[in-house]
């Protein structure tokens, strides 16, 4: 593995329009500092946006991604552009949630990887999206998410 020039991120130091979707936003990635050695990285996301694709309307959602890197970790800033650009794009829940793995994943190739899609009310019921890679190593401390379920005014 050859450690990338921080001078070819594109975007991390420079100014950066928010991607129009998903698909267009440059996710960028550095190398590990910890190649080796199970650690788990995590990106809260409490305030994600996407549009429904029947009716144009807003979606609101909170993210907890987790992953245990291997050979790369991802650029916070490109991620952040990445999230944003969902929102002006329409998707379900659950391609929504399914995607952001599958493109981390695709990007990363990371020893594991899960995301909670804590999704808020839409027509008065909450749907929550869950996906993992797969077992994460033994030696792995892996802390629990703690998103409550949504209660509403209860």
Known sequence: MTEP??????????PTRLPDNPEAAI?????NPAPGRNYVVRFTCPEFTSLCPITG???FAH???????????????????????????GAFHEDCTLSIAARLV????PTWLRIGGYWYPRG????????????PPADAWIPAQDVPP???RG
């Open 57 to 59: 309307q807003p979606d």
């Open 5 to 14: 020039d921080p001078a070819a991120l594109t975007q991390l130091g420079h």
């Open 27 to 31: 996710l960028e990635r550095v190398a």
């Open 150 to 152: 949504y209660r509403g």
């Open 124 to 135: 008065g019921m909450p749907i929550d999206v869950f996906w993992q890679s797969g077992a």
């Open 63 to 89: 993210l907890v991604i987790d992953y245990i890197p291997r050979d790369w970790i991802v650029e916070s800033k490109s991620l952040k552009l990445y999230l944003g650009a969902y929102r002006n794009h």
């Open 106 to 109: 695709a990007t990363l190739s």
